[in-house]
C-alpha cells in the first residue's frame, strides 16, 4: 500500500521546551493512524506540522508525496483539519460555517452550498443548521467542526483529539462517524489520549511521549509488547490496599499498578485462570474482601504503563498511579 | 494563487465578518449607536459653547466628528484580527488553500461597509440636529469618499497592530492612547490657529486635519470670511490628505500581510 504521510526527524522547540524531538512517523493509504500520548506530549505539534500551519525546525514530511515545506499550498489543497478547538466561528450558523469552507476550497458556489447541506444532514445538524453555532452543544460543535474537515473531500484528514471533553455517548456517536470515512477511502490521522479511543478507531497506533515515538504497532502488536494477561482486583475497603498490594505481589510477573482512589491492584500475571485461583484463595485466608475481580488481556493503558511508567489517561487530572499510600488523591 | 480567487477569498472572509453586524449585539452598538451619540453629544454639548464667527460651531463640529469616527472605528479592524488570531477560527484558515492576505484584506473590506453605514447613520443624525451641506452634492460624494479612504488606510495600520497583540482588549486601549490625541491635537473640534505653537504645527500637518479640512471644504461647511490656514497641508487639503492615504496603505499593507503569514507560522 502507498505511503499516504511520511514524516523524519521531526524537531520543534519553543524556547526550552522540546514539543517534538526527533518524531518519525508513516501512515498508509487508507488506514487510521492514531498518535497517542499524554497531553504536552506533542501530537497537537505534529499534526500543526502536518498540516503547514507552523514548521518544524528540524526534519522533512510529505502529505501524499508533496512536501510540507516546500510546497504547503499545494498540501492543504489536499488535506482536511479538525483541531481540538472546534474550530468553527460561534457566530455564524452551521451552514454558513461550511458554506464559507467551502467557498475557501474554491468548490464554486453551488457546489460549496450543496455539500454543506448534505454534510448536515449527515452529521444529523440539519435541525440545527440555521442557528448560530454559540446555540450549539459541545457535541455539535464537534460534530460540525468535523463536517468542516470534510467539506472538499480531501483525500487525508487529520483529527486532533476529535473527542476530548465529550461525553461518552457524543464520542460514540463521533467514532461511527469516523469510521465511515475511511471506508469511503480516506487516510486518516488522529491524535488522541484516550486509550479506547485509539482501541476502537486506529488499524495502527504510535506511542508519543516527550516529542518521540516509544512504540509503533497495531493494536494487538502493542498488547503483545507487554504480554500475558493481567488480573485486576478492586477491594471492598481502602484499608485492605496494602493486603492486597502483598498478596498479588507473589503472584505478578511484573510491576504491580495500583490506583488508590479506585481501590483497585493491577497485576501482570503468566498463569491465568490457574494463577486467579490461588491469588483468590489467597486472598479469602487473608480474609481480604473484594468487590471486583477480572482477568483481561493487557489494555492499551497497561501498554503506556509499561512503557513510559505513567498513565496516558490519568496524567490530565491525577497523579500517575502509583502503589497505595504513596501518592494519589485523598491519601491518609 | 492567481490574483482573482485571492480577491474572491477576500470577499468570502468579508461576508462572514459582515454576517457578524447582524449577529453580535456589540458590533450593531459600535457601527450604529456610538456615532449617534457622538453627534448628540457634540452638537448639544460644545455645539451651543463655542461661537464660530459668521457661521455655527455645530456645522463647522460635523465634519471634525465624521472624521474623529472613522479613524476611531479603525480599531475594530484591529480588535477583529485579535480576535480571529485568538479564537480556532484562523488555525482552519491557515489550513485551507485559500490566499494568505485574504483574512487582512476581507477584514479591512468589511470595514469599509461599516464605514459606510457609520457614515450614513451619522450624517443622518447630523441633518436631524441641524447640520446642512452648503455644497453641490457630487463635492460632498467626494468627502465622504475621501473619509472612507483614509479610514480604509487608518484600518491597514491598526490591522499591523491587531495582529501583533495577545488580545482585543489590548489593541482596544493601545490604539485608544494613540488615536485620541491624534484626533483632538487637529482642527477637528477647534480651529488649529488657536493652539500653542508645538500643537498648532503639528496639527496642521496631521493628516486628520486635512482630511477634516478637506471634508468642510466639500461639504460647504467653512463660514465665510475665515481666513485661509497657514499650512500647505491644509490649503490643499484633499491632495494631501489622499497622498497620506496612500502613503499609509503601500507601507501598512504588506506589512500587516507579511505579519499574518508570519504569525501564522509561529504557533
Known amino acids: 500500500m502507498k505511503e499516504i504521510i511520511h514524516a523524519t526527524g521531526l524537531v520543534k522547540r519553543y524556547g526550552e521546551v522540546v514539543a517534538l524531538d526527533g518524531l518519525d512517523l508513516s501512515v498508509r493509504e487508507g488506514t487510521i493512524v492514531a498518535l ?37 499550498a499545494e498540501v492543504r489543497k489536499l488535506i482536511g483539519l479538525s483541531g481540538q478547538y472546534a474550530a468553527v466561528d460561534r457566530d455564524l450558523t452551521g451552514f454558513e460555517n461550511l458554506d464559507m469552507i467551502g467557498r475557501l476550497y474554491h468548490l464554486g458556489r453551488k457546489k460549496a452550498r450543496s455539500r454543506a447541506r448534505e454534510l448536515l444532514d449527515r452529521f444529523d445538524l440539519a435541525d440545527a443548521a440555521d442557528r448560530p453555532v454559540k446555540t450549539y452543544s459541545g457535541g455539535m460543535r464537534r460534530r460540525l467542526d468535523l463536517a468542516g474537515a470534510l467539506v472538499a473531500e480531501s483525500p487525508v484528514l487529520f483529527l486532533d483529539e476529535p473527542t476530548t471533553g465529550l461525553d461518552l455517548i457524543s464520542r460514540r456517536e463521533l467514532w461511527r462517524l469516523i469510521r465511515t470515512l475511511v471506508d469511503q477511502g480516506a487516510t486518516l ?14 488499524d495502527d497506533v504510535l506511542v508519543i511521549d516527550k516529542g518521540k515515538t516509544i512504540a509503533h504497532g497495531t493494536v494487538d502488536d502493542l498488547k503483545d509488547m507487554v504480554g500475558g494477561e493481567r488480573i485486576e482486583i478492586k477491594v471492598t475497603d481502602r484499608d485492605d490496599l496494602a493486603a492486597a498490594h502483598e498478596i498479588l505481589e507473589n503472584a505478578a510477573v511484573g510491576d504491580l499498578q495500583g490506583d488508590e482512589r479506585s481501590r483497585t491492584v493491577v497485576a501482570p500475571v503468566s498463569g491465568g485462570t490457574r494463577e486467579l485461583g490461588e491469588v483468590l484463595e489467597a486472598f479469602e485466608s487473608h480474609r481480604v474482601r473484594i468487590s471486583e475481580v477480572v482477568l483481561r488481556r493487557p ?28 501518592r494519589g488523591r485523598g491519601s491518609r | 494563487m492567481n490574483f482573482l480567487s485571492a480577491l474572491g477569498d477576500g470577499l468570502v472572509i468579508a461576508r462572514r465578518n459582515l454576517i457578524k453586524l447582524k449577529r453580535v449585539p456589540e458590533v450593531l452598538v459600535f457601527v450604529l449607536l456610538s456615532p449617534i451619540m457622538f453627534v448628540l453629544l457634540f452638537a448639544y454639548v460644545f455645539g ?3 461661537d464660530i464667527p459668521g457661521g455655527s460651531y455645530r456645522e463647522f463640529l460635523m465634519a471634525g466628528i465624521f472624521g474623529q469616527t472613522v479613524v476611531f472605528g479603525a480599531t475594530f479592524t484591529g480588535a477583529g484580527l485579535a480576535e480571529d488570531m485568538q479564537r480556532g477560527i484562523i488555525d482552519r484558515f491557515r489550513s485551507l488553500p485559500m490566499s494568505r492576505a485574504a483574512v487582512v484584506f476581507g477584514r479591512t473590506a468589511s470595514d469599509v461597509i461599516y464605514n459606510i453605514i457609520t457614515l450614513t447613520v451619522m450624517a443622518t443624525a447630523g441633518l436631524i440636529v441641524g447640520w446642512r451641506i452648503r455644497g453641490s452634492l457630487l463635492d460632498a460624494l467626494a468627502g465622504f469618499l475621501l473619509l472612507l479612504l483614509f479610514a480604509y488606510s487608518v484600518s491597514w495600520i491598526m490591522a499591523l497592530l491587531g495582529l501583533s497583540v495577545p488580545s482585543p482588549e489590548v489593541l482596544n486601549n493601545a490604539s485608544f492612547i494613540v488615536i485620541f490625541p491624534m484626533t483632538f491635537i487637529a482642527n477637528t473640534f477647534v480651529p488649529a490657529e488657536s493652539l500653542p505653537t508645538v500643537l498648532r504645527v503639528f496639527a496642521e500637518w496631521n493628516p486628520i486635519s486635512s482630511l477634516v479640512q478637506a471634508t468642510r471644504e466639500l461639504f460647504g461647511n467653512i463660514p465665510p470670511g475665515t481666513p485661509e490656514p497657514a499650512s500647505w497641508a491644509l490649503q490643499n487639503p484633499v491632495i494631501y490628505t489622499v497622498s497620506c492615504a496612500c502613503l499609509i496603505i503601500a507601507v501598512f499593507a504588506p506589512l500587516a500581510v507579511r505579519r499574518y503569514i508570519r504569525v501564522a507560522k509561529k504557533t
Open chain 1, 36 to 72: 497517542l500520548g499524554p497531553n504536552g506530549a506533542g501530537k497537537t505539534t505534529a499534526v500543526s506540522v502536518l498540516t503547514t500551519l507552523i514548521e518544524p525546525d528540524e526534519g522533512t514530511a510529505t502529505v501524499a508525496g508533496i512536501d510540507v515545506l516546500s510546497d504547503p
Open chain 2, 48 to 50: 451651543s459653547a463655542i
Open chain 1, 189 to 202: 490521522l488522529l491524535t488522541t489520549q484516550y486509550l479506547e479511543e485509539a482501541d476502537r478507531l486506529a
Open chain 1, 299 to 326: 489494555t492499551l493503558d497497561d501498554v503506556f504503563l509499561a512503557l513510559t511508567g505513567a498513565s496516558a489517561e490519568s496524567s490530565e487530572e491525577t497523579p500517575a498511579p502509583a502503589k497505595p499510600g504513596r
